[in-house]
């Protein structure tokens, strides 16, 4: 079954902390893994996507890092700021012949100032 | 400025009515994809379509119809066979990989009347 579980299902840091969003999947076969940030009311966003074959990509504030053997990735965002108040959702792409992005459910990250 | 651009951004449906949303994009993009969003949930993919005049059913299709005449254009249709319509509508598009670095729209909420 092509599932992606997150969690938790949300958060609540202090400005300057670190946060930190866990993905994990069941399908050997995604070849693709974005991260995508979505304010209230607006669609989601690119932040950060990964390839399997790389185990941390950073940028900026925002570091994903990937553990093929486990079937798990994380997002980390260092220095966490009350704009970064949103919703993320990892997500990850089958490959072959019918490419599916399959989604997970979200995590509601809150940064208290 | 490049960019999905959907219409409305609210929108009510009275029993037994078709709706159709907007989706226009300026980007040049080939792949167009339609999203459906429940609170607390991913996203589910409605239709898609890769290149003008093709569309492919995605994994929540029932009640939905599109069109793809254009390229810059995606509109859904929520047809009264969907019985639970109330959510929030996500075009967008992709001009990379299919499915990767998918550019959304700011969305349409659907409400029944």
């Known amino acids: 079954q092509q599932q992606v579980k997150q969690s938790p299902q949300s958060l609540i840091v202090q400005k300057g902390g670190i946060s930190i969003i866990n993905c994990a999947y069941e399908n050997t076969a995604f070849d693709y893994f974005p991260w995508y940030q979505q304010f209230p009311g607006k669609g989601p966003a690119l932040l950060i996507a990964i390839r399997p074959d790389v185990s941390e990509k950073k940028e900026g504030r925002f570091t994903i890092s990937f553990n093929k053997s486990a079937k798990q990735f994380s997002l980390h965002i260092m220095d966490s700021q009350p704009g970064d108040s949103a919703t993320y959702f990892c997500?990850?792409?089958?490959?072959?012949?019918?490419?599916?992005?399959?989604f997970g459910k979200g995590m509601k990250l809150t940064v208290n100032p | 400025d490049g960019g999905i651009t959907q219409s409305p951004k609210y929108l009510f449906r009275k029993e037994g009515q078709n709706v159709t949303l907007s989706c226009e994009q300026n980007?040049?993009?080939?792949?167009m994809y339609w999203y459906r969003q429940d609170p607390g949930q991913g996203l589910r993919l409605i239709y898609y379509s890769q290149i003008v005049n093709d569309f492919q059913k995605g994994d929540i299709a029932e009640g939905y119809s599109v069109s793809r005449e254009k390229k810059e254009s995606f509109p859904l249709t929520v047809t009264s066979a969907q019985k639970n319509p109330t959510a929030f509508y996500l075009c967008?598009?992709?001009?990379?990989?299919?499915?990767?670095?998918?550019?959304f729209g700011s969305g349409t909420q659907l409400s029944v009347l």
């Open positions: 967008a598009s992709s001009g990379g990989g299919f499915n990767e670095k998918l550019f």
């Open positions: 980007l040049n993009h080939d792949a």
């Open positions: 997500a990850a792409r089958t490959q072959g012949g019918s490419e599916k992005l399959v």
